[in-house]
C-alpha cells in the first residue's frame, strides 16, 4: 500500500485518517507508524514535517512527528495510542487474547518507549554529535535538551539486553506467529538506525550531516544485533515494507 502525500490545507480538509510523518530522516517512530498503517491495509493520506513545520504545529497543537489524526478525535502522537489506534481499526495488528496483548505492548515499550531501543540509538547519535561527525552542534544541542541527554544517561542504557530479549521473543518467520502485527512492524523499523550505515540506495534523500548520525548509531549497537533481527528486519522489508525507504 503506497501513502498519498499531500499539503498541510488538503490534510486539514480531509475525511479519515491523516498522518504527520518526519521528512528529514527515517524517524523509527515515524516509519513505524507508516508500517502499521500499510500492514492494516488503512487508508490514509501523509503530510511531511520538515524544516518549515509551523502551519504543521498549528494544526495540530503538537511539535513533534508522528502524529495520527483521525476525523475529529484528538491528535495520537505516543507510540502506544498510535498501536491502539491501528489495532482497534485492523484486528490483528494486536493479540486478541488479554494476557498476550499486554506482553505484546510491553515488548514494544522496550522497542519504542523512553529508555527502549530506539531511545538509546538517539541519545548514542547526540553522544557521538558532541566528539565527532553527525548531528550539526545546533541540532544534537536541542536533540539532547529534548530527550534527556548525559553522560549518566549514555552509560545507562540496556539496549544489548533489551536486543537479546527481543531476539528471544521471535520463534518463527514473525512474532505475531503465521503473520506480522505491531512487533514485526516495530522491531523492523527501529534497526534501521543501528543494523548498519544507511546508504542513499536503501534512504534516497537523507542530508550527508543526519546521515552520519545515524552511521554512528550503527557503529555503536550493530554488533549487538543478534542475527535472527537481521534476518527477520530483511524478511520484514522484502514481504511487508517498502524499501527503499521515502521520506
Given at each position: 500500500?503506497?501513502?498519498?502525500?499531500?499539503?498541510?490545507?488538503?490534510?486539514?480538509?480531509a475525511?479519515g485518517?491523516?498522518l504527520?510523518?518526519n521528512?528529514?530522516?527515517?524517524?523509527?517512530?515515524s516509519?513505524?507508524?507508516?508500517?502499521?498503517?500499510?500492514?492494516?491495509k488503512?487508508?490514509a493520506?501523509?503530510?511531511r514535517?520538515?524544516?518549515?513545520?509551523a502551519a504543521?504545529?498549528?494544526?495540530t497543537g503538537i511539535?513533534?512527528?508522528?502524529a495520527l489524526i483521525?476525523?475529529?478525535?484528538?491528535?495520537?502522537s505516543?507510540?502506544?495510542?498510535?498501536v491502539?489506534?491501528?489495532?482497534?481499526m485492523?484486528?490483528?495488528?494486536l493479540?486478541?487474547?488479554?494476557?498476550?496483548?499486554?506482553d505484546?505492548?510491553?515488548?514494544?515499550?522496550?522497542?519504542?518507549?523512553?529508555?527502549?531501543i530506539?531511545?538509546?540509538?538517539?541519545?548514542?547519535?547526540?553522544?557521538?554529535?558532541?566528539?565527532?561527525?553527525?548531528?550539526p552542534?545546533?541540532?544534537?544541542k536541542?536533540?539532547?535538551?529534548?530527550y534527556g541527554?548525559?553522560?549518566?544517561a549514555?552509560?545507562?542504557?540496556?539496549?544489548?539486553?533489551q536486543?537479546?530479549?527481543?531476539a528471544?521473543?521471535?520463534?518463527?518467520?514473525?512474532?505475531g506467529?503465521?503473520?506480522?502485527?505491531?512487533?514485526?512492524?516495530?522491531s523492523?523499523?527501529?534497526?534501521?538506525?543501528i543494523?548498519?550505515?544507511?546508504?542513499?540506495?536503501?534512504?534516497?534523500?537523507?542530508?550527508?550531516?543526519?546521515?552520519?548520525?545515524?552511521?554512528?548509531?550503527?557503529?555503536?549497537?550493530g554488533?549487538?544485533?543478534?542475527?535472527?533481527l537481521?534476518?527477520?528486519?530483511?524478511?520484514?522489508?522484502t514481504?511487508?515494507l517498502?524499501?527503499?525507504?521515502?521520506?
Amino acid at each position: 500500500m503506497t501513502l498519498e502525500y499531500v499539503d498541510v490545507e488538503t490534510a486539514k480538509t480531509a475525511r479519515g485518517t491523516r498522518l504527520i510523518i518526519n521528512a528529514l530522516v527515517p524517524s523509527p517512530w515515524s516509519e513505524a507508524m507508516k508500517g502499521l498503517v500499510a500492514l492494516a491495509k488503512l487508508p490514509a493520506v501523509a503530510v511531511r514535517r520538515g524544516m518549515d513545520s509551523a502551519a504543521i504545529d498549528a494544526w495540530t497543537g503538537i511539535d513533534n512527528a508522528p502524529a495520527l489524526i483521525h476525523d475529529r478525535e484528538p491528535v495520537r502522537s505516543n507510540w502506544a495510542a498510535i498501536v491502539g489506534f491501528v489495532a482497534r481499526m485492523a484486528p490483528g495488528i494486536l493479540p486478541a487474547d488479554l494476557a498476550a496483548r499486554a506482553d505484546a505492548m510491553g515488548t514494544l515499550e522496550l522497542i519504542a518507549g523512553e529508555g527502549g531501543i530506539g531511545w538509546s540509538a538517539r541519545l548514542a547519535m547526540i553522544d557521538a554529535s558532541t566528539e565527532t561527525a553527525g548531528f550539526p552542534p545546533p541540532i544534537a544541542k536541542f536533540l539532547g535538551k529534548r530527550y534527556g541527554y548525559s553522560k549518566e544517561a549514555i552509560s545507562s542504557t540496556k539496549i544489548g539486553e533489551q536486543l537479546g530479549y527481543l531476539a528471544s521473543k521471535l520463534t518463527g518467520d514473525y512474532f505475531g506467529g503465521a503473520a506480522p502485527n505491531a512487533i514485526d512492524i516495530y522491531s523492523a523499523t527501529f534497526l534501521t538506525p543501528i543494523a548498519g550505515a544507511i546508504s542513499e540506495a536503501e534512504c534516497p534523500g537523507m542530508l550527508p550531516p543526519l546521515r552520519s548520525a545515524f552511521a554512528l548509531a550503527a557503529a555503536a549497537f550493530g554488533p549487538s544485533v543478534p542475527p535472527a533481527l537481521l534476518a527477520h528486519r530483511e524478511r520484514m522489508f522484502t514481504r511487508h515494507l517498502v524499501r527503499p525507504i521515502l521520506l
